[in-house]
């Protein structure tokens, strides 16, 4: 008889962005539920993996991240939000975003301690949160304009409270934190022992000329936040799985003591040709004004059927209601839109712990616009 395992997860099954997607294939239908583009990548970069690869960067690189990585972002972080981090101390290269919120909340957890997060949520904040044997303390953003109600967060702090969980441009609803949000988080966390995880990885993606209010903005914030960031959304490469976390250098050195023993060292060729890459300002600056286009195309087309768009104001996703539609859950709609119309979208009750149902679903809007058209005009069918 093999050994049984005691589950650190044993509600977990399997995430909803895989069900969807094997559902879409399987049933041949467009899909605009999982977050990730379906036209191709800056040749420029990918030609400069392909040259770094030849040029024999095929090593374990620094366990920190190419220092030259380190550098290109320090000098973006410099230009983005005037901070001056050290690339030496301050910043880590990493396999990816989650991973990188994953190592921030495993070096600052201790079982019991509890920490805030916002519902809807991304689905990897609450098991991580569990699997580190601490407990989280949902807060649901406000329906429909998805805004933090801070006096709810004042009255949820408690001497347990370890952390805060924030995530801007916000997956799944495309909110993002403004000014205000960074007055009342300032005054929760001042004089306070409360760390923040802040969930960036949407931050060139904002449109209507917003402003991303990165923590590494805000001194009085970022002294106490793990600031992470992904460069496969950035770089329209979600599988390159490649990304880094900014943080104070005390805070850091405890977060890499947990880094050497996991990953220890990440992708290295991509690190080289991303440290080129990210010099030229303009590939990311445009980034927002191209993804707005497409989430105002599929605004324009999807005013041709009966769901009804809630506003987004970042991200790859905008969520449209249903209500005039139809009374079934999410989760039965999204799954007889895929069947019967052949279009997948995501049930925005997945984002929730107890799976609460507002009749929403969550679209990609980062795809070419004929698969935009194509999954429109069979919408119009509703
Ligand atoms: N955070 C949020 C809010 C996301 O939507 C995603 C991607 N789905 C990530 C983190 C993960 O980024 P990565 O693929 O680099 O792990």
Redesign the pocket.
Known sequence: MPPTIQSKQPHAGTTI?TVMSVLAAQHNAINLGQ?FPDFSMDEELTSLVCTAMKNGHNQYVHMNGLLQLRESIAEKINFLYNNPVDPETAITVT???????YTALTTILQPGDEVIVFEPA?D?YIPTIEINGAVPVIIPLRFPGYSIDWDLVKKKISTKTKAILL?SP??PTGSILGANDIEQLKDVVRGTNIFIVS?E??EHLIFDGLQHESMLRHPELFERSFV?F????TYHC?GW???YCVAPGAMMGEFRKIHQFNSFSCNSTVQFALADFLKQRDKYLQLGSFLQQKRDYFEKLMQQTKFKALPSYG??FQLYRYDGLSDESEKDFAIRLTKEYKVTAIPTSVFYKEGTDNKVLRFCFAKKEATLEAAVNRLMKL
């Open positions: 962005f977050g396999p990816g975003g989650t991973y990188a919120i991304y990897s995530n916000h997956n969930d990885v949407y992470c992904s460069f496969g959304k979600t799985k490649i990304g991200s790859y």
